[in-house]
Protein backbone atom coordinates (compact mmCIF):
# COMPACT_ATOMS: atom_id res chain seq x y z
CA UNK A 1 0.00 0.00 0.00
CA UNK A 2 1.32 3.08 -0.59
CA UNK A 3 0.78 5.99 1.43
CA UNK A 4 -1.73 8.08 -1.26
CA UNK A 5 -5.32 8.25 0.14
CA UNK A 6 -7.05 5.56 -1.61
CA UNK A 7 -10.87 6.82 -0.53
CA UNK A 8 -13.08 9.54 -0.79
CA UNK A 9 -15.44 10.92 2.13
CA UNK A 10 -18.91 11.28 0.85
CA UNK A 11 -22.17 12.28 3.24
CA UNK A 12 -25.56 12.22 1.94
CA UNK A 13 -28.74 13.78 3.16
CA UNK A 14 -31.80 11.83 1.62
CA UNK A 15 -34.94 13.37 1.80
CA UNK A 16 -38.15 11.19 2.65
CA UNK A 17 -39.85 12.50 -0.85
CA UNK A 18 -38.47 12.96 -4.15
CA UNK A 19 -36.71 15.80 -5.38
CA UNK A 20 -33.28 17.27 -6.85
CA UNK A 21 -29.95 16.13 -6.51
CA UNK A 22 -27.37 18.49 -5.38
CA UNK A 23 -24.03 18.04 -5.18
CA UNK A 24 -21.59 20.45 -2.94
CA UNK A 25 -17.58 19.67 -3.78
CA UNK A 26 -15.14 21.54 -1.46
CA UNK A 27 -11.28 21.31 -2.05
CA UNK A 28 -11.23 19.89 -5.41
CA UNK A 29 -7.80 22.45 -5.26
CA UNK A 30 -6.55 21.20 -1.93
CA UNK A 31 -5.37 24.45 -0.71
CA UNK A 32 -8.84 25.78 -0.96
CA UNK A 33 -10.22 25.10 2.48
CA UNK A 34 -13.57 27.29 2.62
CA UNK A 35 -16.04 24.74 1.27
CA UNK A 36 -14.37 22.00 3.07
CA UNK A 37 -15.39 24.40 6.52
CA UNK A 38 -18.42 25.65 5.39
CA UNK A 39 -19.75 21.94 4.21
CA UNK A 40 -18.43 20.82 7.96
CA UNK A 41 -20.53 23.37 9.28
CA UNK A 42 -23.84 22.26 7.57
CA UNK A 43 -23.41 18.95 7.85
CA UNK A 44 -23.43 19.53 11.77
CA UNK A 45 -26.46 21.32 11.61
CA UNK A 46 -28.10 18.11 9.90
CA UNK A 47 -26.68 15.68 12.58
CA UNK A 48 -27.56 18.06 15.51
CA UNK A 49 -31.23 17.87 14.02
CA UNK A 50 -31.63 21.49 13.65
CA UNK A 51 -32.33 21.85 10.29
CA UNK A 52 -34.20 19.30 7.93
CA UNK A 53 -34.22 18.34 4.47
CA UNK A 54 -37.51 18.52 2.87
CA UNK A 55 -37.22 16.94 -0.17
CA UNK A 56 -34.56 15.51 -2.55
CA UNK A 57 -31.05 14.91 -1.48
CA UNK A 58 -27.94 17.05 -0.94
CA UNK A 59 -24.38 14.82 -1.17
CA UNK A 60 -21.19 16.66 0.12
CA UNK A 61 -17.68 16.21 -0.46
CA UNK A 62 -15.78 18.02 2.07
CA UNK A 63 -12.38 16.94 0.75
CA UNK A 64 -12.55 16.06 -3.06
CA UNK A 65 -9.18 15.77 -3.44
CA UNK A 66 -7.66 14.39 -0.63
CA UNK A 67 -3.67 14.35 -1.92
CA UNK A 68 -3.47 18.11 -2.54
CA UNK A 69 -5.45 18.76 0.70
CA UNK A 70 -3.08 16.69 3.10
CA UNK A 71 -0.18 18.43 1.17
CA UNK A 72 -2.17 21.67 1.59
CA UNK A 73 -1.09 22.71 -2.12
CA UNK A 74 -3.14 23.21 -5.46
CA UNK A 75 -2.38 19.36 -7.27
CA UNK A 76 -1.85 16.04 -6.45
CA UNK A 77 -0.10 14.47 -9.16
CA UNK A 78 -2.10 17.16 -11.43
CA UNK A 79 -5.01 19.88 -11.68
CA UNK A 80 -7.73 17.58 -10.77
CA UNK A 81 -10.52 20.34 -12.48
CA UNK A 82 -8.77 19.41 -15.85
CA UNK A 83 -9.37 16.35 -18.09
CA UNK A 84 -12.06 15.51 -15.99
CA UNK A 85 -13.97 11.83 -17.43
CA UNK A 86 -14.00 8.01 -16.63
CA UNK A 87 -10.94 6.71 -17.73
CA UNK A 88 -10.22 2.89 -18.05
CA UNK A 89 -6.34 3.35 -17.52
CA UNK A 90 -5.81 5.69 -14.72
CA UNK A 91 -1.89 7.29 -14.86
CA UNK A 92 -2.15 9.39 -11.72
CA UNK A 93 -3.96 10.15 -8.74
CA UNK A 94 -6.26 12.71 -9.90
CA UNK A 95 -7.40 10.20 -12.55
CA UNK A 96 -8.57 7.62 -9.88
CA UNK A 97 -10.40 10.30 -8.24
CA UNK A 98 -11.72 11.38 -11.50
CA UNK A 99 -13.55 8.02 -11.86
CA UNK A 100 -15.45 8.21 -8.66
CA UNK A 101 -15.93 11.83 -9.12
CA UNK A 102 -17.69 11.36 -12.34
CA UNK A 103 -19.43 8.70 -11.13
CA UNK A 104 -21.24 11.00 -8.50
CA UNK A 105 -21.75 14.08 -10.81
CA UNK A 106 -23.85 12.01 -13.44
CA UNK A 107 -25.76 10.81 -10.30
CA UNK A 108 -26.84 14.21 -9.73
CA UNK A 109 -28.87 17.11 -10.76
CA UNK A 110 -27.06 20.57 -9.73
CA UNK A 111 -23.60 20.94 -8.91
CA UNK A 112 -22.03 23.45 -6.61
CA UNK A 113 -18.14 23.49 -6.46
CA UNK A 114 -16.47 25.38 -3.82
CA UNK A 115 -13.19 27.64 -4.56
CA UNK A 116 -11.06 30.12 -3.58
CA UNK A 117 -8.51 32.38 -4.57
CA UNK A 118 -4.76 34.01 -4.27
CA UNK A 119 -5.38 37.77 -4.46
CA UNK A 120 -7.72 39.77 -2.61
CA UNK A 121 -10.97 40.22 -5.07
CA UNK A 122 -14.79 39.93 -4.21
CA UNK A 123 -15.96 36.40 -4.59
CA UNK A 124 -17.29 35.26 -7.97
CA UNK A 125 -19.46 32.84 -9.95
CA UNK A 126 -17.93 30.66 -12.75
CA UNK A 127 -20.87 30.39 -14.88
CA UNK A 128 -21.50 28.36 -18.07
CA UNK A 129 -24.76 30.68 -19.53
CA UNK A 130 -25.93 33.79 -18.94
CA UNK A 131 -28.84 33.66 -20.91
CA UNK A 132 -31.91 34.60 -18.97
CA UNK A 133 -33.74 31.13 -20.00
CA UNK A 134 -31.04 29.42 -18.25
CA UNK A 135 -31.60 27.55 -15.68
CA UNK A 136 -27.90 27.57 -14.24
CA UNK A 137 -27.78 31.53 -14.40
CA UNK A 138 -30.79 31.70 -12.69
CA UNK A 139 -29.32 29.54 -10.02
CA UNK A 140 -25.47 30.89 -9.89
CA UNK A 141 -27.45 34.63 -9.33
CA UNK A 142 -29.55 32.75 -6.05
CA UNK A 143 -26.12 32.01 -4.12
CA UNK A 144 -25.22 35.35 -3.18
CA UNK A 145 -21.82 36.81 -4.95
CA UNK A 146 -22.76 39.46 -7.73
CA UNK A 147 -20.06 39.22 -9.77
CA UNK A 148 -20.08 37.03 -12.47
CA UNK A 149 -17.77 35.52 -15.07
CA UNK A 150 -18.53 33.19 -18.43
CA UNK A 151 -17.39 32.17 -21.70
CA UNK A 152 -14.06 29.84 -19.95
CA UNK A 153 -14.96 26.82 -22.14
CA UNK A 154 -14.84 29.01 -25.66
CA UNK A 155 -12.37 30.38 -24.92
CA UNK A 156 -10.25 27.41 -24.01
CA UNK A 157 -11.40 26.17 -26.62
CA UNK A 158 -10.38 28.81 -29.46
CA UNK A 159 -6.90 29.02 -27.10
CA UNK A 160 -6.35 25.20 -27.86
CA UNK A 161 -7.07 25.68 -31.69
CA UNK A 162 -4.66 28.42 -32.13
CA UNK A 163 -1.92 26.08 -30.39
CA UNK A 164 -3.11 23.31 -32.62
CA UNK A 165 -2.68 25.87 -36.07
CA UNK A 166 0.98 27.32 -34.99
CA UNK A 167 2.32 23.51 -34.32
CA UNK A 168 4.22 24.32 -31.13
CA UNK A 169 6.18 21.80 -29.19
CA UNK A 170 4.84 21.52 -26.14
CA UNK A 171 5.26 19.23 -23.38
CA UNK A 172 2.15 18.00 -22.76
CA UNK A 173 0.05 17.25 -25.08
CA UNK A 174 -2.69 17.39 -23.14
CA UNK A 175 -2.74 21.02 -23.75
CA UNK A 176 -3.73 20.64 -27.70
CA UNK A 177 -6.81 18.91 -26.61
CA UNK A 178 -10.16 20.98 -25.95
CA UNK A 179 -11.33 17.99 -23.85
CA UNK A 180 -8.78 19.37 -21.20
CA UNK A 181 -10.63 22.02 -20.39
CA UNK A 182 -13.31 19.69 -19.28
CA UNK A 183 -13.22 19.88 -15.35
CA UNK A 184 -16.47 19.57 -12.84
CA UNK A 185 -19.04 21.53 -14.40
CA UNK A 186 -18.51 21.13 -17.64
CA UNK A 187 -18.74 17.44 -17.13
CA UNK A 188 -21.78 17.51 -15.12
CA UNK A 189 -23.44 19.85 -17.86
CA UNK A 190 -22.26 17.05 -19.98
CA UNK A 191 -24.38 15.11 -18.48
CA UNK A 192 -27.78 17.03 -18.83
CA UNK A 193 -27.29 18.71 -15.25
CA UNK A 194 -26.12 22.21 -14.32
CA UNK A 195 -23.49 23.46 -12.01
CA UNK A 196 -21.25 26.14 -11.32
CA UNK A 197 -17.90 27.09 -9.63
CA UNK A 198 -18.28 29.68 -6.97
CA UNK A 199 -14.88 31.25 -6.31
CA UNK A 200 -15.62 32.48 -2.47
CA UNK A 201 -12.78 34.89 -2.08
CA UNK A 202 -8.80 34.78 -1.07
CA UNK A 203 -7.64 31.62 0.45
CA UNK A 204 -7.49 31.39 4.02
CA UNK A 205 -9.91 34.82 4.45
CA UNK A 206 -12.32 33.58 7.26
CA UNK A 207 -14.98 35.36 5.22
CA UNK A 208 -14.62 32.83 2.29
CA UNK A 209 -16.43 30.16 4.89
CA UNK A 210 -19.42 32.62 5.05
CA UNK A 211 -19.94 33.23 1.85
CA UNK A 212 -19.73 29.18 0.94
CA UNK A 213 -22.23 28.91 3.34
CA UNK A 214 -24.53 31.24 2.42
CA UNK A 215 -24.31 29.37 -1.14
CA UNK A 216 -25.03 26.22 -0.03
CA UNK A 217 -27.92 27.55 1.93
CA UNK A 218 -29.00 29.31 -0.99
CA UNK A 219 -28.99 26.52 -3.63
CA UNK A 220 -30.64 24.15 -1.13
CA UNK A 221 -33.34 26.89 -1.04
CA UNK A 222 -33.46 27.71 -4.55
CA UNK A 223 -34.01 24.12 -4.96
CA UNK A 224 -36.55 23.80 -2.35
CA UNK A 225 -35.11 21.36 -0.46
CA UNK A 226 -35.13 23.62 2.88
CA UNK A 227 -36.98 26.39 3.65
CA UNK A 228 -34.53 29.21 4.85
CA UNK A 229 -35.51 31.46 7.93
CA UNK A 230 -35.36 35.43 6.33
CA UNK A 231 -34.28 34.56 2.71
CA UNK A 232 -32.50 37.42 2.89
CA UNK A 233 -29.61 36.22 1.40
CA UNK A 234 -31.99 34.20 -1.23
CA UNK A 235 -32.83 37.39 -3.28
CA UNK A 236 -31.73 36.99 -7.04
CA UNK A 237 -28.29 39.23 -7.58
CA UNK A 238 -29.79 42.98 -8.09
CA UNK A 239 -27.28 44.30 -10.46
CA UNK A 240 -25.12 41.54 -11.10
CA UNK A 241 -21.54 42.67 -12.85
CA UNK A 242 -20.99 39.72 -15.80
CA UNK A 243 -17.32 39.68 -17.19
CA UNK A 244 -17.16 37.49 -20.64
CA UNK A 245 -13.41 35.92 -21.06
CA UNK A 246 -12.80 36.65 -24.53
CA UNK A 247 -8.83 35.46 -24.74
CA UNK A 248 -6.65 33.47 -22.76
CA UNK A 249 -2.66 34.31 -23.54
CA UNK A 250 -0.48 31.32 -23.32
CA UNK A 251 3.15 32.10 -22.05
CA UNK A 252 5.74 31.49 -24.99
CA UNK A 253 8.97 32.06 -23.08
CA UNK A 254 10.27 32.41 -19.43
CA UNK A 255 11.45 35.72 -19.91
CA UNK A 256 7.69 36.76 -21.59
CA UNK A 257 6.96 39.51 -18.60
CA UNK A 258 3.63 41.63 -17.03
CA UNK A 259 4.35 45.17 -17.27
CA UNK A 260 2.37 45.21 -14.16
CA UNK A 261 1.42 43.26 -10.82
CA UNK A 262 -1.64 42.38 -12.75
CA UNK A 263 -4.58 40.31 -11.15
CA UNK A 264 -7.55 39.42 -11.64
CA UNK A 265 -10.23 41.84 -12.61
CA UNK A 266 -6.98 44.31 -13.01
CA UNK A 267 -9.17 46.55 -15.26
CA UNK A 268 -7.37 47.55 -18.85
CA UNK A 269 -8.58 50.03 -21.66
CA UNK A 270 -7.82 49.52 -24.99
CA UNK A 271 -4.32 49.44 -26.45
CA UNK A 272 -3.23 49.21 -23.00
CA UNK A 273 0.32 47.59 -22.47
CA UNK A 274 -0.35 44.08 -20.58
CA UNK A 275 2.55 42.33 -21.04
CA UNK A 276 6.38 41.67 -23.13
CA UNK A 277 7.14 38.90 -24.95
CA UNK A 278 11.22 38.08 -24.79
CA UNK A 279 11.64 39.38 -27.96
CA UNK A 280 10.34 42.52 -27.05
CA UNK A 281 6.25 42.03 -28.80
CA UNK A 282 3.96 44.12 -26.92
CA UNK A 283 0.46 42.83 -25.82
CA UNK A 284 -1.91 45.21 -25.65
CA UNK A 285 -5.92 45.01 -24.36
CA UNK A 286 -7.90 45.12 -27.79
CA UNK A 287 -10.73 46.07 -25.70
CA UNK A 288 -11.89 47.82 -22.64
CA UNK A 289 -12.29 45.15 -19.82
CA UNK A 290 -9.89 43.47 -17.80
CA UNK A 291 -7.37 40.71 -16.97
CA UNK A 292 -8.06 37.26 -15.39
CA UNK A 293 -6.40 34.57 -13.90
CA UNK A 294 -2.71 35.94 -14.26
CA UNK A 295 -0.10 32.90 -13.83
CA UNK A 296 2.87 33.87 -13.01
CA UNK A 297 4.23 30.74 -12.65
CA UNK A 298 2.90 29.47 -16.33
CA UNK A 299 5.38 27.30 -18.04
CA UNK A 300 6.01 27.71 -21.57
CA UNK A 301 2.90 26.98 -23.49
CA UNK A 302 0.88 27.05 -20.57
CA UNK A 303 -2.15 29.52 -20.14
CA UNK A 304 -0.46 32.64 -18.80
CA UNK A 305 -3.83 35.32 -18.75
CA UNK A 306 -7.12 36.11 -20.00
CA UNK A 307 -8.93 38.81 -21.62
CA UNK A 308 -12.21 39.57 -20.20
CA UNK A 309 -14.77 42.03 -21.50
CA UNK A 310 -17.58 43.78 -19.07
CA UNK A 311 -20.84 42.61 -20.39
CA UNK A 312 -23.05 44.17 -17.59
ZN1 LIG B 1 -9.78 26.32 -7.30
Known amino acids: MSDLPHSLCVYRQEGLAPGPRLLVLGAVHGNETCGTRAIERVLGGFERGERDL ?53 EH ?31 AQRLGPQRFVTGWMEVYEAGVARRRRAGQQLDDPGLLDAGYGVGTTEYMRSCGGYGVTLECGQHDDPETVEVAARAINNALDFLGLIEQPGRT ?73 YFARRES
Open 54 to 106: LRGSVTFVPITNPLAYRRGTRSGDRNLNRNLRPKEITADFEDRVGNVLCRLLA
Open 109 to 139: DVLLDLHSFTAPAAPFVMVGSTDPRSIEWRF
Open 233 to 305: DAVAATAPEVLRLTEVIDREHAADSFVSEWSSFSPVVPGELVARRHDGREIRAASSGCIMFPSRLATPGHEWF
